[in-house]
């Protein structure tokens, strides 16, 4: 049992293992916020779980895992997608304020949840970002899923920055639990507010995405305050492609600070990732039972042996055990860079290019801080590109300087079309749309 587990691994510690809004919360805490009346779920129902980083959000998803139910975390920022995702799932039962609501008695008959179903085990649905698309709903053995984490390590002050609902975000809360590590929920995910967050709390681990770390760069807080910040001892990026020119100036400025690319997939779930180096986006994947390959258009593929069981709503996407990540890479001396997202290719006249290079080149011009590339139906050519530039504040709006910096660094026939500048959007777990 995950509660018993969890208790004999948290047994003597008195230590706070999650800290919100400043204030602590021991094992014992979340074990006893057990308010929510769950008697009403049974074996194999698939519940949503609205909540976030709490005691009472945490206990209630150990409890289900502990009734053998399939879970959906989703966050209440979402409310407006529930009826999508709660049809996609097959939700039949909803937990949120303490209080559990049925849907409906009547239970998805889909072959991979009789298969939990079937074996006695609890689930996991995990939703794909579903920035260029529906997301999919993803299901995994969350028995399986949770066996990942028994074995022990030292496991630093962590900010949980990535969202209730994200697979990062679970993954940080479990590997800390077992590991009896400090959670820190940040008070906002604003700059001013993780900066502060890291300064009162003593954090040392950050995992963030690179268009939250853009923002920080964007804000000109991250270099009045670095010097309270000196607790910070690791940063980690993942979730989308990080540009060399960030990178390149968190180095510079944060010299005592270990900056790691992760990699993990809703699919696959998390992989284990080394740096080249701090300042290189160059990685190896690997780790037991994980295998990678590369296809002739250069696209990643992995097989591993944590990867889920596949989709509630899409066609199965593994082919022997293998995934097709969709994400491009570059190979040099048995080590990747991800490029860009395959399904994201611009196409202009028959010659084929990634937003992100587009963006890559953008993110050069002084003054650019955060960039979207994308392709724009056009009848002659196919597509053209459009971009949208977001400027440090007090940088000059300049739109010819901006086109004549794409001539010098861009072919003529991949050079933007339109060039906007303004904010740049992201979504809830701070990805670009």
């Keep these: 049992m995950l509660m018993r587990d969890l208790a004999a691994v948290q047994h003597g510690n008195t230590a706070?293992?999650?800290i919100r809004g400043g204030v602590g919360s021991t094992f014992r805490d979340v074990a006893g916020a057990g308010g929510t009346d769950l008697s009403g779920v049974a074996p194999g129902d698939v519940v949503a779980l609205v909540g976030d980083y709490t005691p009472e959000s945490i206990n209630s998803l150990i409890r289900?895992?502990?009734l053998k139910a399939i879970v959906v975390p989703l966050t209440a920022g979402m409310e407006a997608s529930f009826p999508y995702f709660f049809g996609a799932a097959g939700v039949n039962a909803v937990v949120r304020d303490g209080r559990t609501e049925r849907v409906t008695d009547t239970r998805h008959d889909h072959?991979?949840?009789n298969h939990l179903r079937a074996l006695g085990h609890s689930g996991l649905v995990l939703f794909s970002s579903g920035t260029t698309g529906q997301p999919k709903a993803v299901l995994h053995d969350f028995d399986l899923f949770l066996s990942h984490y028994r074995f022990r390590r030292q496991a630093p002050r962590t900010m949980n920055f990535l969202v209730f609902?994200?697979?990062s975000g679970i993954n940080t809360l479990f590997s800390t639990l077992f590991n009896r590590g400090q959670v820190i929920v940040p008070s906002g995910r604003t700059p001013w507010a993780v900066l502060d967050d890291i300064e009162r709390h003593?954090?040392?681990v950050l995992p963030a995405t690179p268009t939250f770390l853009r923002m920080l760069l964007l804000s000109g807080l991250l270099e009045q305050r670095r010097g309270a910040i000196g607790s910070l001892r690791t940063v980690t990026y993942s979730t989308e492609p990080m540009d060399q020119a960030t990178l390149d100036r968190y180095c510079a400025m944060l010299p005592g600070v270990d900056f790691r690319q992760s990699y993990g997939m809703s699919e696959l779930g998390m992989m284990r990732v080394k740096s080249r180096s701090r300042d290189s986006l160059f990685i190896s994947v690997g780790g037991d039972g994980v295998e990678?390959?590369?296809?002739?258009d250069s696209v990643l593929h992995i097989r591993a042996q944590s990867r889920s069981l596949g989709y509630l709503n899409a066609p199965m996407p593994f082919l022997d055990g293998w995934y097709n990540t969709g994400d491009v890479v570059e190979?040099?001396?048995g080590h990747l860079r991800i490029v860009g997202r395959m399904k994201q290719v611009i196409n202009v006249g028959g010659i084929k290019i990634l937003p992100d290079e587009i963006e890559r080149v953008a993110l050069l011009y002084p003054g650019v801080v955060c960039c979207k590339a994308e392709g724009v139906s056009n009848p002659?050519?196919?597509q053209h590109i459009e971009v949208t530039c977001e400027m440090a504040p007090g940088s000059a709006e300049d739109r010819a300087a901006l086109k004549a910096h794409f001539a010098v660094h861009l072919a003529p026939a991949v050079q933007p079309h339109r060039i906007r500048v303004g904010p740049v959007s992201v979504n809830h777990r701070f990805k670009k749309l």
């Design 202 to 204: 003593g954090v040392e």
């Design 380 to 382: 002659i050519i196919g």
């Design 331 to 333: 190979e040099e001396g």
């Design 292 to 296: 990678t390959r590369v296809d002739g």
């Design 64 to 66: 289900l895992a502990d």
């Design 165 to 167: 609902d994200h697979i």
């Design 111 to 113: 072959p991979l949840l």
């Design 16 to 18: 706070p293992v999650i």
